[in-house]
């Protein structure tokens, strides 16, 4: 086989695994889940599901990601040849790939709100649902963004792991940060801010259904970057000496912490603004907000100009650190499988990408306002990979590492050989065997028959 790329660091292990984790999920999708759901009440239950499920999750990707240095789909073979459990590995790159498809149209569509916000057209108080609307559904503008981003994804990719990915997310990740730590301190200045706060904080649990805790396991396996091949994939890149328990405890922090600081950026802004309300749906961050900025810093425009561009550059560089680790389990899986040079392999997915995406986003132009099963084309895409396919991942990957590996494998991968005392083996064992499995299958039960 080809010579395997490594990381280099152990920092650089956990930023890239952390920006795989920190993405439109956290900065996008959490706030309308949170808004959609209730808010607070939403967050624990979100909480929990990073607890007992997530991270026990995560670190079995991690196992079997390691423990073959492998690409997703080899991985399964390696480890239980011949068969059905296969299945856990083409899920995982083909889902890869097709929630890539629609996460390069999302990602386009940040480029071009940083390009627009920085060149100062977003503000003037103008329609912005029409505008949205008008970006979305242009036959060429959403789709030329698109494949500019996805260029900038490309040449990352073929720089290979350390000089890529390690490198690029060592410098993208410490600048989120810093944007967002920047960001919310600014939030502390809006009228909105204690309201906004409060809506974050104060759970109303009348509002919990079946339904709401489906969708905050669906959100956690999505912020996380779960039951696709992505962390699997990086794993396969980890150093005999990465602590595999500590990398996901602190990918989960991390990832977790920006999820919940997003809140605290974005809702303050949103009631700070009569009338408009938090749960808007999947438009908040595209329509809602440069409406917002607007009105909340309507005495001092510089200022809600700065913001609203460090916050669109904040929401592009969380993609693009996804999108990465979204790329590399389906080129991995080529140029290892397939025999091409990884240079090829990544162009393969790069183009194929590209015109799907292209597909999905004219889709949207001509069919928009047409509803399947009520919902449009771009929420069923979302509704099926994280609703129904990432927990079914997620119930394989628990079921193959609690009860189809050996135990002794495991348990030499989470103590590097023997060498690392981890006190919560038998818990993690417990958890991946037991809990995840079954809350996941309640909860899908509830969610599908119990309507
Ligand atoms: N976690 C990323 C986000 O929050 C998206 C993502 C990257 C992802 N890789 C994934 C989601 C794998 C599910 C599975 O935006």
């Known amino acids: 086989m080809a010579h395997r790329g490594n990381f280099g660091s152990k920092l650089g292990v956990v930023l890239a695994a952390a920006g795989s984790a920190v993405g439109l999920g956290n900065v996008w999708r959490?706030?309308?889940?949170?808004?959609?759901?209730?808010?607070?009440?939403?967050?624990?239950?979100?909480?929990?599901?990073?607890f007992f499920i997530g991270i026990p999750v995560m670190v079995s990707e991690f196992v079997i990601g390691r423990s073959t240095h492998a690409n997703t789909i080899t991985v399964f073979r390696k480890l239980a040849p011949h068969t059905w459990?296969?299945?856990?590995?083409?899920?995982?790159?083909?889902?890869?790939?097709?929630?890539?498809?629609?996460?390069?149209?999302?990602?386009?569509?940040?480029?071009?709100?940083?390009?627009?916000?920085?060149?100062?057209?977003l503000s003037a108080d103008k329609d912005y649902k029409a505008y949205f609307q008008h970006f979305v559904s242009s036959p060429w503008e959403p789709v030329v963004y698109a494949v500019v981003f996805m260029l900038m994804v490309h040449i990352i990719i073929v720089r290979g792991v350390q000089n890529g990915i390690e490198k690029f997310s060592k410098l993208m990740m410490p600048m989120l940060l810093l944007i967002i730590g920047v960001l919310v301190v600014c939030s502390f200045s809006m009228s909105g801010?204690?309201?906004?706060?409060?809506?974050?904080?104060?759970?109303?649990?009348?509002?919990?259904?079946?339904?709401?805790?489906?969708?905050?396991?669906?959100?956690?396996?999505?912020?996380?970057?779960?039951?696709?091949?992505?962390?699997c994939t990086y794993a396969s890149y980890f150093g005999p000496n990465t602590n595999?328990?500590?990398?996901?405890?602190?990918?989960?922090?991390?990832?977790?912490?920006?999820?919940?600081?997003?809140?605290?950026?974005?809702?303050?802004?949103?009631?700070?603004?009569?009338?408009?309300?938090?749960?808007?749906?999947?438009?908040?961050?595209?329509?809602?907000?440069?409406?917002?900025?607007?009105?909340?810093?309507?005495?001092?425009?510089?200022i809600g100009y700065l913001f609203s561009g460090l916050f669109y550059v904040l929401l592009l560089l969380s993609a693009l650190t996804s999108a990465m680790s979204l790329h590399e389990p389906v080129t991995a899986y080529i140029h290892e499988e397939w025999h091409l040079s990884r240079k090829l392999a990544a162009w393969l997915v790069t183009v194929g990408c590209i015109l799907l995406g292209?597909?999905?986003?004219?889709?949207?132009?001509?069919?928009?306002?047409?509803?399947?099963?009520?919902?449009?084309?771009?929420?069923?895409f979302d509704f099926v990979s994280?609703?129904?396919?990432?927990?079914?991942?997620?119930?394989?990957?628990?079921?193959?590492?609690?009860?189809?590996?050996?135990?002794?494998?495991?348990?030499?991968?989470?103590?590097?050989?023997?060498?690392?005392?981890?006190?919560?083996?038998?818990?993690?064992l417990f958890l991946v065997r037991w809990v995840a499995p079954l809350a996941i299958?309640?909860?899908?039960?509830?969610?599908?028959?119990?309507?």
């Open 441 to 451: 299958a309640v909860i899908f039960y509830n969610e599908l028959f119990n309507k």
């Open 30 to 50: 959490f706030p309308t889940e949170v808004g959609n759901n209730g808010g607070a009440a939403f967050i624990l239950i979100y909480l929990a599901c990073v």
């Open 244 to 302: 595999l328990m500590k990398t996901a405890m602190s990918v989960s922090l991390i990832d977790t912490c920006v999820a919940v600081l997003c809140g605290f950026i974005i809702f303050p802004a949103v009631f700070s603004v009569p009338g408009v309300e938090a749960n808007e749906g999947p438009g908040l961050v595209f329509i809602t907000l440069p409406h917002v900025f607007n009105i909340a810093f309507h005495n001092v425009p510089i």
């Open 85 to 121: 459990w296969r299945i856990g590995g083409i899920e995982g790159v083909f889902v890869a790939f097709f929630i890539f498809c629609y996460y390069i149209i999302v990602s386009g569509w940040t480029l071009h709100y940083t390009v627009a916000s920085f060149a100062n057209q």
């Open 193 to 231: 801010f204690t309201e906004g706060v409060t809506f974050l904080l104060r759970p109303d649990f009348s509002k919990v259904t079946p339904s709401i805790v489906l969708s905050a396991v669906g959100q956690a396996f999505y912020s996380l970057s779960l039951a696709m091949g992505c962390l």
């Open 358 to 380: 292209v597909a999905c986003s004219l889709s949207m132009g001509v069919w928009n306002g047409y509803q399947i099963g009520g919902m449009c084309l771009f929420d069923l």
């Open 386 to 428: 994280a609703k129904i396919i990432l927990p079914l991942g997620g119930i394989i990957i628990c079921l193959f590492v609690g009860w189809k590996l050996d135990r002794q494998l495991v348990y030499d991968e989470v103590t590097n050989n023997g060498t690392l005392r981890i006190r919560f083996f038998r818990l993690y």
